[in-house]
């Protein structure tokens, strides 16, 4: 009988606690957890700078996020992602043969976040405007048009359905001893991203109005380009 009541008394006690809030600093817990007082925290060996890779130490501080299973962890450090030249050979693009719009691409950079970022997306490229077979200035007096801009995708494949980054440039010249040489287009995009892999498409754009086909010619990009990405994780 003794053995039983004490059994029972264990069982009792352990519904009890597994129900009950716990205080520290308190006498009156409002949650599972109440953690009472001006200032207090709460010490996690596994995020300290010994213990986890993404904790640099000093004085700096460091976002802690949680999972989906409610599990607490250090976030990845925001910074560049990827620095560099991606044309290594320029790229020609012409109009059209009667001058009108033609496009391409220049060429594609992939980039991994390991969690929810903003991105930023700079580029800069040089383009040389060139007759429509690429073999002599343009002097004919008429305006010319360049575009840049890209489209995000998966790591492999673009989608085409929304255009970021775009920037032009205008060029028209009636001697070519006065107006030779690249010109630079630039631009700078932030976007939110989720954490996955993607793929930086750099477009390259020519126009010319639809005018005649003496009005065709030709932009090479490159010579001179480079894209900068940074993630700066949330």
């Known amino acids: 009988m003794k053995n039983t ?46 213990n986890n890779a993404e904790n640099l130490g000093g004085s700096a501080m460091y976002n802690v996020l949680v999972d989906k299973d409610g599990d607490l962890m250090l976030g990845s450090l925001s910074g560049e992602l990827s620095s560099d030249s991606n044309i290594s050979t320029p790229v020609v693009v012409q109009t059209t043969a009667n001058s009108g719009l033609n496009s391409g691409e220049l060429y594609k950079k992939n980039f991994t976040l390991s969690q929810r970022a903003l991105v930023v997306i700079t580029y ?10 690429g073999t002599a200035n343009i002097d004919d007096g008429r305006a010319k048009v360049a575009h840049n801009y890209f489209y995000l995708g998966n790591g492999t494949t673009a989608d085409t359905s929304k255009t970021y980054g775009m920037t032009s440039s205008v060029y028209s010249n009636v001697n070519c001893d006065t107006a030779t040489g690249f010109v630079y287009n630039s631009r700078s995009t932030t976007i ?43």
């Open 5 to 50: 009541i004490t059994l029972c008394f264990l069982f009792f006690s352990v519904v009890f606690m597994s129900q009950a809030q716990v205080g520290i600093g308190t006498t009156d817990p409002q949650e599972m957890l109440h953690i009472a007082g001006t200032g207090s925290t709460i010490r996690v060996d596994g995020l300290n700078s010994s």
């Open 124 to 133: 800069y490229v040089a383009m040389d405007f060139k007759t429509y077979d």
């Open 192 to 234: 939110s991203l989720e954490a996955g892999t993607y793929s930086v498409h750099l477009q390259g754009a020519v126009f010319g109005g639809d005018i005649v086909p003496e009005a065709a010619f030709s932009v090479a990009f490159g010579n001179g380009d480079r894209l900068d990405i940074q993630a700066i994780y949330l």
